[in-house]
């Protein structure tokens, strides 16, 4: 039988999910793990009996596809010399900082006749997959993504930590291009970045979605709400479950003395259940697409407009006089 050859650069507080996946998968693999600390990186190669680096490019050679978990900063850098060496990538969220370099990268893998994969996983979650058999033609989306504040983020504010989810899917939920951007945000506990967002996007089609992440509350939330003509749609992926509201019967009496109303809804619940955790399932497709051609659930064209809306909210920032430099 022959395997597919795989490492981990980064396994940090992501990476190592990734270190465990691949050596669990049938038919790979995990050939090493590098990571600057190298305490940090013998410890994850004795969890899983592969080799440790300190030095990435000591896997050159070595594997044919890559998870990078690395700062934000250094996704371009990094990503880019395994590409050229023309090993498969799939590179954590966001791609980078920077709409150029996402684009340089896609084509630099283009040249090198190699995949490279961004590293969405709330894309292959069953609830999430279950809401967009479910929506058609919305004109109201409200997305709430609320957390305490984790130390270990200090590269990046909550737009492109946490943010960015919501907004890839809400671009794949609504068939059309974005026309104007509203954001506001505020710093609560960084010195230099967001931890509090709230954007409007407006869609060509009508549609509009308002979208707040926080990092800064002391209480987990995550929620989608969808409104369209025959339905509203509540997501809560605390819980795994959706409710869809449909209205059945409505009636009107009007008197002399008073208009009484009455309105019977549908409610149908659904429950999630998958056999396997979203990023097993997301590594399993970056593999199949690497290995067998497979077409990929998300286009590069997709990919690059999320991260193009993103990075339009971080302007709009400040133009609107954004509230950093408040934490503490």
Excluded: W
Excluded at 112 to 140: I, M, W
Aim: proline share 2%; net charge negative; glycine share 6%.
């Amino acid at each position: 039988m022959s395997f597919v050859r795989s490492g981990v650069v980064g396994v940090g507080s992501m990476g190592r999910y990734h270190a465990r996946v691949y050596s669990e998968l049938a038919g790979v693999d995990l050939v090493g793990v590098a990571d600057i600390d190298g305490t940090r990186a013998r410890e994850m190669a004795e969890r899983y009996h592969t080799s440790a680096y300190t030095d990435y490019r000591s896997l050159f050679g070595k594997i044919d596809v890559v998870s990078i978990a690395v700062p934000t900063p250094l996704h371009y850098s990094v990503a880019r010399v395994f590409l050229e060496n023309g090993i498969h990538v799939l590179l954590e969220k966001p791609i980078t900082n920077n709409l150029k370099q996402a684009e340089e990268l896609f084509g630099i893998a283009h040249a090198n006749d190699v995949v490279l994969h961004v590293g969405h996983v709330e894309r292959f979650k069953g609830p999430v997959s279950e809401l967009k058999r479910l929506v058609q033609e919305p004109f109201l989306i409200e997305s709430r993504r609320m957390q305490p504040f984790n130390t270990r983020i200090r590269d990046d504010g909550v737009v492109l930590d946490l943010m960015i989810h919501d907004i890839d899917l809400i671009l794949n939920l609504v068939n059309a291009k974005v026309k104007q951007v509203n954001a506001i945000g505020a710093s609560i506990f960084s010195s230099d970045h967001e931890d509090v967002a709230n954007v409007q996007l407006v869609f060509e089609n009508g549609c509009i979605a308002n979208i707040t992440a926080s990092r800064a509350t002391q209480l987990k939330i995550r929620t989608i709400a969808v409104s369209q003509k025959d339905a509203y749609i509540f997501l809560n992926l605390t819980d795994n479950d959706i409710h869809v509201h449909r209205e059945t019967v409505s009636e009107s009496v009007l008197t002399d003395q008073l208009l009484r109303s009455k309105q019977t809804s549908q409610i149908e619940r659904i429950f999630i259940y998958t056999r396997d955790d979203e990023l097993k399932l997301e590594l399993q497709h970056f593999l199949d697409c690497a290995t067998n051609g497979t077409k990929r659930v998300v286009s590069i064209d997709h990919e690059l407009y999320s991260l193009q809306i993103a990075l339009e909210v971080l302007e709009m920032f400040g133009k609107n006089g954004v509230l950093i430099g408040q934490g503490e």
